[in-house]
């Protein structure tokens, strides 16, 4: 089976209802941000913690150079080929073997639910528990499914719901950072700790250590790839992307490399681990009188920004996939009057509850991480592969020892040497397994039907 583009080459899907295109720079920028922000610094930073001890800081720094490389990709292929698939479509044109699109959009798509179904598990955790004791898996359900309902809205709601959140989010960050800066200047605190590797031994332990948790707090920089689903929903995508793009990985990897030296500095690494709320820690040992309340409710609605771009993200991927044949026709379905993909919401909404009833965050962080890797190592590829299909129209070109770079760094990141829990392999493998089986299904009806 050969994708049929025509669909999304006019940007219009083959039952005439086109996406709109309501975002615009500014609020890309801040949809960015707001992608990369959330659970992962939020809810994981503890358990990076965990795996490399007090330098917390040297993950998230060698995470940002692996998001940039990558990122770079990203920026290029999108500009070049502004439509709603992603990388999906980037492999599809780039090796034009439509089994190995598939897997890859299956992944795509499966780790933004994992990542949004870590976020309903960070929202039922330690911050909603100073609040109120309710069965964690319950509410993770019914925040799925309200995030769904919002999503079914419009795409207009749901960025101005993530631009608010986005607000939030960063403000709960500021927070920190300001704890951090009187830490410092009355002297509280322990420096010592910014240097300590507790990794679990010396020479190669130490590496398999630093891949270990950098594989994990890469989970925090995932989300700027989910923003190039928007490109049929987005004004002059091939200038708004780059700026958006990069502005974006920056704010935030500079963010999460101060945050990690307030966190060691304020709090043991084990305190640290120990907590699905590790910010919340930090909170309570600044020295300083803020609410811990009220920044519980600020880490609420971050998690939650980051489901709901997931979400979002994961069904425009089905929608995509749809119009490039790779997934059936059905799953283009859009609601007429909300001009949103009723079919992608409610098929992606089913999968996360799935996962959200059978994962806990740390495993669920890791596995989005390591599905992401996997595809940005195919992604850095295929860049360089399309070299050879120039278009028409002005886009930005990274220089071509990124994409090598990043296709490097990716697959070191996804390897064994990462140090990465069994779980992680099993659960990633079941996703993959459950998509070649869709896979050999969707195969079947279009041979049926002559397609």
Known sequence: ?????????????????????????????????????????????????????????????????????????????????????????????????????????????CSGLSSASAAARAFSGDYLQEFVDISPTLISILFILALAALTLRGVSESVKTNVVLTLVELTGLVIILAIGVWAVITGDGEPSRLGDLQTGGTGYAVYTGVLGATALAFFAFVGFEDSVNMAEETRDPARTFPRAIFLGVAVTGTIYVL??????????????????????????????????????????????????????????????????????????????????PIAGILFVTAIAIGLVSTGEIEGLGDTTAFLLLCVFAVVNIAVLVLRRNPVPHAHFRTPTALPVLGAITSVILASPMADREADVYIRAGVLVAIGIVLWGVNKLVLRARGE
């Not at 610094?41 to 358990?47: E, N, P, Q, R, W």
């Not at 997934?327 to 609601?335: E, I, K, N, T, Y």
Request: proline share 6%; aromatic share 8%.
């Open 1 to 109: 089976m050969t994708a049929d583009t025509s669909s999304t080459e006019s940007g219009t899907p083959d039952n005439g209802t086109p996406l709109k295109r309501a975002i615009g720079p500014k609020l890309m920028i801040l949809f960015v941000i707001g992608d990369i922000l959330g659970t992962g610094i939020y809810a994981t930073t503890g358990k990076v913690a965990g795996k490399i001890g007090g330098a917390l800081w040297l993950p998230f720094a060698i995470g940002f150079v692996v998001a940039v490389l990558t990122a770079a990709s990203y920026v290029e292929l999108v500009g070049k080929y502004p439509k709603a698939a992603g990388a999906a479509l980037y492999t599809q044109k780039a090796f034009k073997v439509p089994f190995v699109t598939f897997i890859v959009a299956f992944m795509v798509m």
């Open 259 to 340: 945050v990690g030296l307030v966190s060691s500095l304020l709090v043991d690494y084990k305190v640290l681990e120990g907590s699905s709320g590790p910010l919340l820690e930090v909170v309570k040992a600044g020295g300083v009188d803020f609410p811990p309340k009220l920044f519980a409710l600020i880490a609420l609605f971050a998690v939650t920004n980051s489901a709901l771009i997931n979400i979002m993200m994961a069904s425009r991927l089905c929608y995509g996939m749809a119009n490039e044949r790779i997934l059936p026709r059905g799953m283009a379905r859009v609601l007429p009057h909300r001009q949103t």
